[in-house]
């Protein structure tokens, strides 16, 4: 459930919901012979988590770049919080929280040191209490006085998003925020991407992990080959995909009898693995678990996989996303 917040108010103004908070139109951007963003238009509101996925290459980064005024497109207008980046770059960029693939940190500045800085770039003088309230939010405060070098990956990653936030952002970018984490690094810096959502702000991120993209994202835009391919939220993509989800188990069973349960597009075995294709998984399964019955069996590592972000990804493209 995407639950309704109030909206921010801040350097852009009063309320912001009745307008998009990034407005993208006929993006156009080119290198040379190659066209990397082909009429790209989207927008995208207060207060939603917005993800972009895509192959690499397939112009993600490059959309993010002229969001951020670091890239001059050849055909287009994007405005933030209703600024022209192409005329407004100033206003634009106070509005902006920015977290790369990867981040660069002074190597002899400690933690609240490079907040401070980073506050300072946008000419906002934060009090030391300030400063140790931002590290607390991402569970660095205890790292106030070390180095970045010395930090592990996922805290890596956690203070680039608190250095993000430094200027008090509508609007935070993240590219690719977990690529290399492990899993519970990754499950936290997901927990600080909901907060930051949760506080009113907009989010818009980059993703190859599909799982990443269910979790956190009201809606997603799969971009390949510089073109918008498919545009709704998470459920919406996998809805259209009709596609049939997966039942496994390690069972003995006559496939004539499996094949007449409801539901039931497909069975076949795979050596002692019974794969069952089912457009209604629920009612296939009650089916297996009294066909086992009957036949005095038991329904070993019984799986059901239901469609993904992924499916939706190959369905359309024919690849993996990576």
Known sequence: ???????????????????????????????????????????????????LLGPNGAGKT?????????LKPQAGRVAVLGYDVATQATQVKQQ????????AFFDTLKLWELVRLYAGLYEKMLTRAQI????????????????AQQLSGGQQQRLALALA?????????????????DPQARRNVWDSIRQIRAEGRTVLLTTHYMEEAQE?????????RGEIIALDTPGGLIN???????????????????????????????????????????????????????????????NVKQADLEDVFIALTGRKIR
Do not use: W
């Not at 639950?3 to 921010?8: F, I, K, V, W, Y």
């Not at 936030?165 to 984490?181: F, H, K, R, S, Y």
């Open 240 to 302: 259209q995909l009709h596609a049939d989800s997966t039942i496994t188990a390690t069972v003995h069973l006559p496939a004539d009898q499996v094949r007449a349960l409801p539901g039931v597009t497909g069975a076949r075995y795979e050596g002692d693995r019974l794969v069952v294709q089912s457009t209604q998984a629920q009612e296939t399964v009650f089916g297996l678990q009294k066909l086992a019955v009957e036949h005095q069996q038991i329904l070993a590592d019984l």
């Open 96 to 103: 902006l929280g920015i977290s790369l693939q990867s981040t």
């Open 165 to 181: 936030l430094a200027n008090d952002p509508q609007i935070v970018i993240l590219d690719e925020p977990t690529t290399g984490l």
């Open 216 to 224: 956190l994202c009201h809606r997603i835009a799969i971009i390949d």
């Open 1 to 51: 459930m995407i639950t309704t917040l109030e909206p921010r108010t801040g350097a852009a103004g009063p309320a912001l919901a009745d307008r998009p908070a990034i407005d993208i139109a006929g993006l156009e951007v080119s290198y040379g012979a190659v066209k990397a963003v082909r009429n790209i238009t989207l927008q995208i509101y207060p207060g939603e988590v917005f993800g």
């Open 132 to 147: 140790l309230a931002l590290l607390a939010r991402f569970e660095l405060q205890d790292k106030a006085q070390v180095l």
């Open 62 to 70: 490059t959309t993010l770049s002229v969001v951020e005024g670091l």
